[in-house]
């Protein structure tokens, strides 16, 4: 275990929905990244959140978006869902200045 | 950009058999090597990390992996597998050079076990 902590564990949408997942960071980490796992694939870089402020994005459409709250947690959003957003999402938590990035157990989204 | 490549997406191996799993990655400056593993049902765990040093690294539950770069390789080995490393393996490079840390993952190699 990694101290690292998703809620929820599964979600059904349906297209045009909207939807929030959160996460908590491991004791200590300051930085939070997400990922998005499709079927099949590995992760994906979606963005990256230090001090609540995104300092660095992967190439997601702005529908995704996010928020880092002052104890470290934080949130994603995904608006207007699509069948291709269906995939497993992913938290991952890191000290400052650390290169080693620990992940949580994921959220598993279905979008109807 | 970055890219990483695993060539082998699915591994079907005897307990006791040695292992190697290839991973190939695409970039010119300095990377964070990485090898996570993922068992069925859990979450993504590190199995170990290269950032300088010796090129050959080990990792836990008896794995190693050695960075070539002149190959811009990261091949992860154990020289005898148990049906408990029955998983999926993801190779992953970093770099700090865009000013944050993201990680680029391979699709993954899926290793069967068997008894």
């Known amino acids: 275990e990694t101290g690292v902590t998703q809620s929820p564990t599964h979600l059904i949408k349906t297209r045009g929905q909207q939807v929030t997942l959160r996460c908590s960071s491991q004791?200590?980490?300051?930085?939070v990244s997400w990922y998005q796992q499709a079927l099949g694939q590995g992760p994906q870089f979606i963005f990256q959140y230090y001090r609540e402020e995104e300092n660095g994005r992967g190439n997601f459409p702005p529908r995704f978006s996010g928020l880092q709250f002052p104890n470290y947690s934080s949130e994603l959003n995904v608006n207007a869902l699509e069948l291709d957003d269906s995939a497993l999402y992913l938290c991952?938590?890191?000290?400052?200045?650390?290169?080693?990035?620990?992940f949580g157990p994921g959220t598993r989204l279905l979008v109807l | 950009a970055q890219s990483v490549s695993q060539h082998n997406h699915h591994v079907i191996l005897s307990e006791a058999a040695s292992l190697e799993l290839g991973c190939n990655y695409s970039?010119?400056?300095?990377?964070?090597l990485f090898w996570y593993v993922q068992y069925p049902g859990q979450h993504l765990q590190l199995l170990l990390k290269y950032f300088s040093g010796d090129p050959l690294v080990k990792g836990i539950k008896g794995f190693e992996a050695e960075f070539i770069k002149s190959k811009f390789s990261f091949n992860l080995r154990k020289p005898s597998v148990q049906w408990s490393d029955t998983a999926e393996y993801f190779c992953a490079v970093s770099s700090m050079n865009t000013g944050f840390q993201k990680l680029v993952f391979g699709t993954g190699t899926r290793l069967l076990v068997s008894p």
């Open positions: 004791s200590g980490h300051n930085t």
């Open positions: 991952a938590s890191s000290g400052q200045g650390e290169e080693t990035q620990y």
């Open positions: 970039y010119g400056g300095t990377v964070n």
